[in-house]
């Protein structure tokens, strides 16, 4: 077995740590009882919160002990953005998804082996404080000139930063101060932009205990041109499947830049280092066989959303395009295509011809574009080539009732869904 943080390292999971080697004889020494916080800013993970569970899910078959930390103390706070201000969300919505990522989170470690993970919420002990305690016991270790120098303090002064957000790391060092005292956890990880919360609460506990205790984080998810990885044109890439549904999460990955699709799989893939660098080979000489992005796909959307699921996203994708079969796919798969390809609500009473369709969908530029696609034998409905410009769409023409899919030659696609009334049912 290769060294556990040189095997981090090498799939590009380690940004920054406190001291290298101490960190390292740390591990060697084991088993360790370490922690990471997820705080409910909305009711689902997204996809730069997979990151932290791929490090967990490392330590733990390493035969090290996972707490993972939800946040209904300071998931009512917010870690201070450098943008402005989070919004205070309302108690009990903040309640509410603190259940909700407890759930997310249980999904992807093993809560009951030789090691079981655990799951705390800060809430537990954070509520028992008041004002006057928290800030003798606590705030008193904290200089306001190191606070200040914090990066993201520091770029919200000229803007303005509340005094709420500006003690938020107070109430992280606590998170560690006091899981080192219930759990013995020496160890704290997360993402880049955590590194000050970090290592001010690993200097709390030295000033309150002498007890040395060490931190690790990660890169932050972005893309070639250094931008945030993990956004779509119609918003975040979540892990909850009434959020992003599988095909579209499939979908995600498979648009992986050349550049960093290694860099991907080897955070979210167990593929081995010899397969990981075969595919390497691979998008260096044949790049337009996408194989790294293929297996990226597969495996991430194996991991979050099961291997039925990934089937079933794949037969899709393929369908989509004419090579497979559009009968075979299930209603959530349907309306999940409906929504990636952004299909048009048909309204009025008469269904429209194929090529009013075609144009309605964006698949061309006009009727008459859609009726030259029709004479030329580039006009698809369902995959199968429209012969005849007057041809109607029908009822039966909408997949599981929700998807008329149009195309046009072997790679402009759209969709027509029909219009729904209030209550519900198709016209």
Request: charged share 25%; glycine share 10%; with cysteine.
């Amino acid at each position: 077995m290769t060294d556990l943080l040189e095997e981090l390292e090498w799939r590009g999971m380690v940004a920054a740590s406190t001291d290298r080697e101490a960190l390292a004889a740390h591990l060697a020494q084991g088993p360790v009882t370490f922690y990471v916080g997820f705080d409910p800013t909305a009711a689902s993970l997204h996809i730069g919160h997979l990151v932290q569970l791929m490090l967990v899910r490392a330590l733990q078959e390493r035969g090290h002990h996972p707490l993972l930390l939800v946040g209904g103390a300071t998931g009512l706070i917010g870690d201070p953005k450098m943008t402005g201000e989070r919004k205070m969300n309302d108690e009990r919505v903040v309640a509410g998804w603190v259940e909700s990522i407890k759930e997310q989170v249980g999904r992807y470690v093993d809560l009951d082996g030789p090691n079981p993970a655990r799951i705390v919420n800060n809430y537990d002990w954070t509520s028992r404080y008041n004002a006057v305690e928290f800030l003798r016991d606590v705030g008193k270790y904290f200089s306001v000139n190191r606070m200040l120098a914090r990066d993201v303090v520091a770029r919200r002064l000229d803007s303005g930063i509340s005094y709420t957000e500006f003690s938020y790391v107070l109430l992280q060092s606590l998170d560690y101060a006091e899981l080192h005292k219930q759990y013995g956890c020496t160890l704290q990880t997360g993402a880049q932009d955590q590194w000050g919360n970090i290592t001010a609460g690993a200097e709390f506990i030295r000033r309150t205990s002498g007890d040395v205790v060490h931190g690790l984080v990660t890169p932050l998810l972005t893309k070639a041109d250094g931008t945030k990885y993990g956004k779509t044109e119609s918003g975040t890439v979540w892990v909850d499947p009434d959020l992003t549904s599988a095909y579209a999460f499939h979908q995600f990955f498979l648009n992986a830049e050349d550049s960093k699709v290694i860099d991907y799989l080897k955070i979210f893939s167990p593929r081995s280092h010899e397969e990981i660098d075969e595919l390497d080979r691979q998008t260096r000489e044949e790049p337009w066989r996408r194989a790294a992005q293929h297996a990226l796909a597969d495996d991430i959307t194996d991991l979050v959303h099961g291997s039925d699921q990934r089937r079933a996203a794949v037969e899709a994708g393929k369908a989509l395009f004419g090579r497979g079969e559009l009968a075979d796919l299930d209603v959530t798969t349907v309306g999940a295509v409906a929504n990636e390809i952004g299909a048009i609500s048909i309204e009025g009473a008469e269904m429209p011809t194929v090529p009013e369709a075609m144009a309605m969908a964006g698949v061309v530029e006009s009727k008459s574009a859609g009726r030259r696609a029709v004479a030329e034998g580039g006009a698809y409905l369902n995959n199968i080539k429209v012969t005849d410009a007057e041809r109607r769409l029908e009822p039966a023409d909408f997949l599981q009732g929700r998807l008329a899919l149009l195309r046009r030659g072997k790679k402009t696609v759209g969709g027509l869904t029909p219009l729904r009334s209030a209550s519900g049912p198709a016209r």
